[in-house]
């Protein structure tokens, strides 16, 4: 059965860091699935953080962790990351892993929560101010 695990969230100062993993067992091979972060923040609806392109490695990020955070894979151990640097009140988030086989398109395809087949449980993050 297909399954995404994250783990790595935590409460932590504004200024702080965290890395979030992402454990997958998906059918086919792990590096042919697109990967990705979005994140619920209360009161608002999901939203893309980062992503992670099969064909290339190439990565997306929304604007507002742009030079902060950092998506990475190991299709070895069939896991992605997320680094997450000087972490801000307004990233706290619940943060979801998701997965799409062989996703093709744009950078705009690799942020849209329809194309992702397959999602985790999500983990907490929480920064203090």
């Known amino acids: 059965q297909a399954q995404l695990v994250e783990s790595g969230g935590g409460l932590v100062q504004t200024g702080g860091s965290l890395r979030l993993s992402c454990a997958a067992s998906?059918?086919?091979?792990?590096?042919?699935?697109?990967m990705a972060w979005f994140r619920r923040a209360p009161g608002k609806d999901r939203e893309f953080v980062a992503a992670i392109d099969w064909r290339s490695d190439s990565t997306y990020y929304t604007d507002s962790v742009k030079g902060r955070f950092t998506i990475s894979r190991d299709n070895a151990k069939n896991t992605v990351s997320l680094q997450m640097n000087n972490l801000k009140p307004e990233d706290t988030a619940v943060y979801y892993c998701a997965a799409d086989w062989q996703l093709v398109g744009g950078p705009h395809t690799f942020t849209l929560i329809l194309e992702y087949d397959y999602w985790g449980q999500g983990t907490q993050v929480t920064v203090s101010s």
């Open positions: 998906l059918r086919g091979t792990f590096s042919n699935y697109a």
